[in-house]
């Protein structure tokens, strides 16, 4: 509950934060393991160190915003100097940013409630469910896209209010994420099936400067050939659990 209260006040209220020195800003969303608000009100995350990390590395500055999905998305689309992530690199998206990663993978799952009598193998037995996502976002296109109804959700958190209260009969979400917002609101799930696997990445909008996406994603490369990713996503998973 008090995760939920703190993000609520910095989604409603965000607090002012300083100019980057290179007039960058990185949108992201709660979506956890990648992203998050931690104790502190801090933006963590698996995606976020690494990223961190490599802008450090880089000799960059940037601003840090935390916003509802589609906000986030779409400045990034639309204004200069904003990207976004952790973003699904679709072939509908490609054309609108400048891509630097990938950052991490995202498997995508359905879920049901644990006590749910469902029984769903693929995407074509969830033709006649009430099946939920959120706004914007990739895995519910993808699902949509191959014929399912989808009920779109403001934010990926809600669906597990959603679940419970019969609004849909199954999420699809990302696997990790889906088990840490359950947890996190003491709910349990039960997977139903996976059936996809996505690289995301950081999505610029098309004014970041060439060198800026050059000097990042070497940094990124390098730290990745390092295998410090499981690193990054064991601190990002304490992080999580430390967090109200």
Not at 129 to 144: C, K, N, P, W
Not at 148 to 166: D, F, M
């Amino acid at each position: 509950m008090k995760r939920c209260l703190l993000l609520a006040v910095c989604l409603l209220l965000p607090l002012p934060v300083p100019a980057s020195l290179d007039g960058l800003t990185f949108n992201t969303e709660e979506y956890p393991p990648f992203n998050f608000l931690d104790r502190q009100g801090e933006i963590d995350g698996m995606a976020t160190r690494l990223l961190r990390a490599g802008l450090e590395q880089a000799g960059l500055s940037v601003t840090f915003r935390l916003l509802p999905w589609a906000r986030a998305y779409t400045e990034a689309r639309m204004r200069d100097n904003h990207c976004v992530y952790s973003t699904t690199r679709t072939e509908e998206r490609e054309p609108h940013f400048t891509w630097i990663g990938p950052l991490v993978t995202n498997e995508w799952a359905a879920f049901a409630l644990a006590d749910s009598p469902l029984e769903a193998d693929s995407l074509d037995d969830l033709m006649e469910l009430r099946v939920g996502s959120f706004r914007e976002d990739a895995v519910g296109q993808f699902v949509a896209q191959r014929g399912v109804a989808v009920v779109v959700a403001p934010t990926e958190r809600e669906n597990i209010g959603r679940l419970q209260a019969g609004l849909i009969d199954a999420w699809v979400t990302g696997s990790q994420t889906a088990r840490l917002l359950a947890a996190d609101a003491g709910i349990e799930l039960r997977e139903l099936f996976d059936f996809h696997r996505a690289d995301l990445y950081l999505a610029c909008h098309p004014s970041v400067s060439d060198s800026v996406v050059t000097r990042l994603q070497a940094a990124l490369d390098r730290l990745l050939d390092d295998d410090r990713l499981e690193a990054f996503r064991r601190d990002a998973l304490e992080a999580w659990e430390r967090s109200p």
